[in-house]
């Protein structure tokens, strides 16, 4: 397994396009998804940005970027290099990112998903994740609220169903 580390900043240029990468995966889906409307990816200077970003690999061949929304942790962005997918890499990063967001001081995480992409809402589930109730306005906290309308207003949720998720880190 590769290493899990903190990101160097120098790595910050990899991520852009290791990010887009990744979302070929959607192209293997049957029917394909149409990824190709996807949001373009961060760019480095979002990625220096970001709370904490994990990486794998020297060079990196996948990350997790947290962010902290509503006070807890949040599980922004998973990318893993197609090459490297299928591994368990993402698994190895999202379990990383979680026990890090633990040892700093957080109990929950949360993220934003498609659920019915196998390696989106099921992956999460698989790793601890459970959705949560409500869509963009309902029930959710209020910085998570936000994101999802975020996500509606960048046209994700016509893409596919996309749900919240969260998981207790304790």
């Known amino acids: 397994m590769l290493e899990i ?15 887009a990468d990744a979302d070929q995966a959607f192209a293997t889906l049957d029917p394909p998804f149409p990824f190709g409307d996807f949001p373009p990816p961060g760019t480095a200077a979002s990625y220096a940005g970001a709370f904490h970003i994990m990486v794998a690999g020297r060079p ?73 109730p409500g869509g963009p306005e309902r029930q959710l906290p209020p910085g998570l609220a936000a994101l999802r309308r975020e996500e509606v207003r960048l046209g994700l949720d016509a893409l596919g169903h996309r749900i919240a998720m969260c998981a207790d880190l304790r």
Not at 5 to 19: D, K, N, T, W
Not at 60 to 70: C, N, Q, S, T, Y
Request: charged letters at 15%.
């Open 5 to 19: 580390r903190p990101a160097a900043l120098s790595e910050f240029s990899l991520l852009p396009a290791l990010e």
């Open 60 to 132: 990196p061949v996948g990350f997790a970027r947290l962010e902290i929304v509503d006070g807890q942790a949040h599980l922004g962005q998973l990318a893993v290099s197609p090459e490297h997918a299928r591994r368990g890499i993402g698994r190895a990063l999202v379990m990383a990112a979680k026990a890090w967001a633990l040892e700093v001081g957080f109990h929950t995480m949360t993220l934003c998903t498609f659920a019915d992409v196998p390696f989106n809402g099921p992956f999460y589930a698989s790793c601890g994740f459970v959705e949560m």
